[in-house]
């Protein structure tokens, strides 16, 4: 079994920061891939940020420049440090991970989400 458990949301000016942490735990083998999505309300959930194991982040264009994603391999932890944050940015943010398990199997997991509020 893998959790993934989101941290870091909350409420921030326009203009601020905030850096959300995504801790993976459980019968993990390896990542194929991690990545963070976002849903607003109202609205789809959309992607925010892609990271494969081999290769280029991908960001959504509205978000290139100003969110950022770093993985710390050895802690199992993805972050996403989003600065110059604006009100659109206001959603539900959920980590993804695509992975191999011990057992070898492919596994989708999600997180369970957490509030990022931008607002004055």
């Known amino acids: 079994q893998v959790q993934l458990v989101e941290s870091g949301g909350g409420l921030v000016q326009p203009g601020g920061s905030l850096r959300l942490s995504c801790a993976a735990s459980?019968?993990?083998?390896?990542?194929?891939?991690m990545g963070w999505y976002r849903q607003a309300p109202g609205k789809e959930r959309e992607l925010v940020a892609s990271?494969?194991?081999?290769?280029?982040?991908v960001y959504a264009d509205s978000m290139k420049g100003r969110f950022t994603v770093t993985r710390d391999n050895v802690k199992n932890t993805m972050y996403l440090q989003m600065d110059n944050l604006k009100p659109e940015d206001t959603a539900i943010y959920y980590c993804?991970?695509?992975?191999?398990?011990?057992?070898?199997?492919?596994?989708?997991?999600w997180g369970q989400g957490t509030q990022v509020t931008v607002s004055s």
């Open positions: 993804h991970a695509d992975l191999s398990s011990l057992y070898g199997w492919r596994v989708v997991a």
């Open positions: 459980g019968s993990i083998l390896s990542f194929n891939a």
């Open positions: 990271m494969p194991s081999r290769g280029i982040t």
